[in-house]
């Protein structure tokens, strides 16, 4: 008598364990099956590259560049920022920088002349030399585009 119940009782407990393999079998297909894919992801269109995006490209990147340069990066306030033609189809941005000096005062705005090879500080440059570079190239040049800060 005991083992005959030993036996009835796995076989029962056996067929639980079918009968709920197969209701969480047919949820998931259930699920699977009443559900759509997410539909796919609009294809990215780049923009082509404009010189008037480049040189906003540009201004974008002196804005992030020119306060390495400086004793207090964090206090980098710009104006009068432009991007104009410079030779060999190099972008110039020419501009206007301010930052705290070492007494933690802001210095007074300073003149910076930006390129994709060089970056030139008016404060740490030869007067005359730098006159002679902003002169040439941002003086009167036309702009592809500017910022006002």
């Known amino acids: ?17 079918v009968a709920l393999i197969v209701v969480v079998v047919w949820a998931c297909w259930t699920f699977l099956m009443d559900h759509e894919p997410p539909p796919a992801p609009a294809p990215v269109v780049e923009e082509p590259m ?7 490209m540009m201004i ?3 804005k ?4 390495k340069h400086l ?3 964090d206090s980098a306030r710009f104006r009068n920022l432009v ?4 030779p060999d189809d190099i972008i110039i941005v020419c501009g206007e920088v301010n930052s705290k000096n070492s ?5 007074g705005f300073s003149r910076f002349i930006f390129a994709e090879v060089l970056t030139v500080m008016e404060d740490n440059s030869p007067a005359d030399a730098f006159r002679k ?3 040439s190239r941002c003086a009167g040049k036309p702009p592809l585009a500017s910022s006002p800060t």
Do not use: Q
């Open 133 to 135: 570079a902003w002169n």
């Open 50 to 56: 404009t010189p008037e995006r480049r040189a906003g």
């Open 83 to 86: 991007a104009v033609n410079g």
């Open 64 to 67: 992030m560049l020119i306060p």
């Open 103 to 107: 007494f933690g005062a802001l210095a």
């Open 71 to 73: 004793k207090d990066p």
């Open 1 to 17: 008598m005991g083992a005959a119940r030993v036996l009835r009782d796995f076989v029962v407990g056996m067929l639980g364990m």
């Open 60 to 62: 974008t990147a002196a």
